[in-house]
């Protein structure tokens, strides 16, 4: 599904005829020199699959992390550049990558969907970061799969209520799992906390040991439910993957465990999970070939066949 579809909706048509300001509104965003004004991309140029990183110290990048994921790449480029986000575009093993940087939390990685769901083509969106570990079994090092995130943050919610489910794509599962399996690396599948604080909401103390009663239950609870690890960015990827008809995902390394108490590990596992995305890229775009020639839509063993 892409931004036509979506726009000729009946339902989405009546909405905007409802809306009293809407003519006022640039219908599709902001707009700098003929490019999506928030992260200045070429859309021609961009890939088929969108790796979403935060300029995160905690990951101990040793530049700008689309600058560094892209050195990683076949025939890189920069395909986009503006004041929040840097844009790189290349190929992996037969796979069109694009990795775009950017700021922390939900409302940041809303503005990067947004210019890249209106203006490309791209099926796939995927966070790849750091977190922290919060199941028993995860460990600084580890890499965590999200198979499905819990929006405890307050972007998505102005897109759909919280029943809605934050479920990655099932092929994005698959593939980096394979990826995971085949390059020996350690690592979970499960479910993601996503937070807006990430510091008294995932129940860290805050400026002079700061703390309300419900801040000091948060770990424990989600530890109960078998939540593995807490980011910023994975529900914003999922959810609005979900909502306008592409692939979703989120692979994040852990850099401690605040249940287990595991000490903090700056980049801890962080080049494996970039490695890990990278090498599931590929194997997805396989996966699609299979599907092409054999005219699925879903990806299942044996599609080739």
């Known amino acids: 599904m892409n931004s ?13 005829k409802r809306y009293k300001y809407y003519a006022n509104i640039p219908e599709r965003g902001l707009v700098i020199n003929g490019k ?12 088929e699959i969108v790796l979403l990183t935060v300029r995160d110290p905690l990951c101990a990048y040793r ?20 004041g929040m986000f840097t844009t790189y575009s290349g190929w992996y093993k037969g796979a069109h990558v694009s990795v775009v940087s950017g700021g922390s939390g939900s409302p940041e990685m809303e503005l990067a969907l947004y210019d890249f769901m209106e203006y490309t083509e791209a099926s796939t969106y995927i966070r790849v970061g750091g977190s922290g570990g919060i199941g028993d079994t995860v460990r600084p090092g580890d890499i965590v799969i999200s198979s499905g995130v819990v929006r405890d943050e307050g972007m998505t919610r102005a897109y759909i209520d919280a029943g809605y489910p934050a479920v990655s794509s099932y092929e994005v ?13 350690p690592y979970h599948v499960g479910v993601t906390l996503s937070v807006d604080s990430d510091l008294v909401g995932c129940g860290r103390p805050g400026v002079g040991g700061y703390l309300q009663p419900w801040n000091i239950e948060k770990a ?24 306008f008809g592409k692939r979703g995902g989120s692979v ?21 999970g ?27 063993r044996g599609a080739s066949a």
């Open 220 to 243: 424990g609870i989600y530890d109960r439910a078998g939540v593995l690890n807490g980011d910023r960015e994975s529900a914003a990827v999922v959810t609005l993957s979900a909502l």
């Open 252 to 272: 994040c390394s852990v850099a401690d465990n605040i249940v287990t108490g595991e000490q903090f590990q700056a980049g801890a596992g962080h080049d494996q």
């Open 173 to 185: 599962v698959l593939a980096m799992v394979e990826a995971a399996e085949l390059l020996d690396l």
């Open 274 to 300: 970039i490695r890990l995305a990278l090498e599931g890229s590929a194997i997805l775009c396989d996966m699609d070939r299979q599907k092409r020639a054999a005219g699925k839509r879903h990806w299942y």
């Open 63 to 82: 530049t700008d992390p689309a600058e560094y994921i892209s050195s990683l790449l076949d025939d890189p480029e920069m395909t986009g550049k503006s």
């Open 36 to 47: 999506p004004a928030l992260t200045g991309i070429d859309p021609a140029r961009v890939g």
């Open 4 to 16: 036509r579809d979506i726009r000729n909706k009946e339902s989405i048509q009546d909405i905007h």
